[in-house]
């Protein structure tokens, strides 16, 4: 029997509207066929997915008393047969609106990112897979020179390949910090950071399959900084930044999400503006990077994208045109074909398929 695909998006939305929902992906036609949504969270633009456990972690938007927004967590457990959530419980994650969510292996922790609040969150995860307390929050200091970096503004979480550490990019302040997670007294534990050119604003990161390079998207410059990754000492050192755009374009543009194809062959990532996902070719000895294509997202403002477990179609999900949609990779050259499928949605922000057993 196949393994069955489903897909999980967050989006931006209201808490009395939809705002987590579930498809099935067919791998024969590319298409996708809604199979759940969940209401009662406010903005869960960001989720997680532990499909070990077949279990769903969102991040939500709440309010004091006072009116100070702050960060929350809610657990859903995944009916795969069915490809309904059942939300498990729901806790305070953050004194600040967050953006983005991870999780470690053995499932742990969680670690929740906040751009507005300019920090980073550990937080425990309970034995059944509800989201448990806070337990540790790093605040990040500065700025940069370009107008949207006047705070720190962290905005992703990303563990190195055997996850001795945790990259934190700061878009606010031009850096990836380095932490480990000491689990005896369960804080984040500074051990240095990496800078990208300055005004750049770091976004995303994601490491080559081989371990030896890091690559870091930056929002505001519209560009990728490739790093050579130490993993004995952590650090990652600069080898290039080259743009995502296509030379002849002058427009507005910021760039969000970034991934690598399973083979470690080709690196993408979005443009926000020029609306499209740019593909490199990645040397294999250097890890230097090589334009070979800029394909239209078919939607405006590719939020985020994502390549699916088998690695043959890309899922695109287009914020502003309330879309996903999807392209079929071209495994021998790494290029993008739309496949014409495209399914609408309302504001997505987070796409993540995976394989399930059902």
């Known amino acids: 029997m196949e393994p069955r695909m489903l897909v999980f998006v967050g989006s931006y ?6 705002g987590v929902y579930v498809y099935s992906f067919d791998e024969k036609s590319g298409s996708l066929t809604q199979l759940d949504e969940v209401s009662g969270l ?12 077949q279990r769903l972690y969102a991040i939500a938007e709440n309010a004091t008393e006072e009116g100070k927004k702050i960060g929350e967590v809610v657990s859903y457990s995944i009916d795969t047969v069915n490809g309904k959530l059942n939300t498990m419980n729901r806790a305070k994650s953050l004194d600040a609106p967050q953006c983005h969510i991870q999780r470690d292996q ?12 300019g920090c980073v969150g550990l937080v425990a995860l309970e034995a059944d897979g509800q989201v448990g307390q806070q337990l540790d929050v790093q605040q990040h200091h500065g700025h940069g020179p370009h107008p949207n970096q006047s705070q ?13 550490y945790l990259y934190v990019s700061d878009l606010g302040i031009d850096r990836v910090k380095c932490y480990t997670i000491d689990s005896d007294r369960n804080v984040l534990v ?6 990208v050119p300055a005004g750049s604003g770091p976004r ?25 990754y130490h993993s004995e000492s952590s650090e990652l ?47 294999p000895e250097s890890g230097t990077l090589t334009v070979i294509q800029h394909v239209s997202t078919e939607g405006r403002h590719p939020r985020h994208f994502a390549l699916t477990p088998s690695g043959q179609y890309v899922l695109a999900a287009n914020r502003d045109t309330n879309n996903i949609a999807v392209f079929r990779v071209d495994a021998s050259t790494g290029k993008l074909n739309y496949t014409g499928q495209s399914v609408e949605v309302s504001k997505p922000v987070c796409v993540q398929p995976v394989y399930c057993n059902a």
Request: with cysteine.
């Open 13 to 18: 939305a209201e808490a009395d509207a939809p």
């Open 42 to 53: 406010k903005n869960p633009t960001y989720v997680n997915v532990d499909m070990d456990h």
């Open 106 to 117: 053995h499932s742990r922790y969680l670690i929740v990112s906040s751009y507005h609040g």
């Open 152 to 164: 720190p503004h962290v905005h992703s979480a990303f563990f190195s390949p055997d996850e001795r």
């Open 190 to 195: 500074p051990q240095g950071e990496a800078a």
């Open 204 to 228: 995303h990161l994601t490491f080559h399959p081989n371990g030896k390079f890091a690559y870091v998207i930056n929002e505001l410059s519209s560009s990728v900084s490739v790093f050579a």
């Open 237 to 283: 050192s600069l080898i290039e930044t080259v743009s995502t755009l296509p030379d002849d374009y002058n427009g507005e543009n910021g760039c969000a999400e970034i991934a690598f194809s399973a083979d470690g062959r080709y690196l993408y990532g979005s443009n926000r503006g020029h609306d499209s996902i740019v593909v490199y070719e990645v040397h």
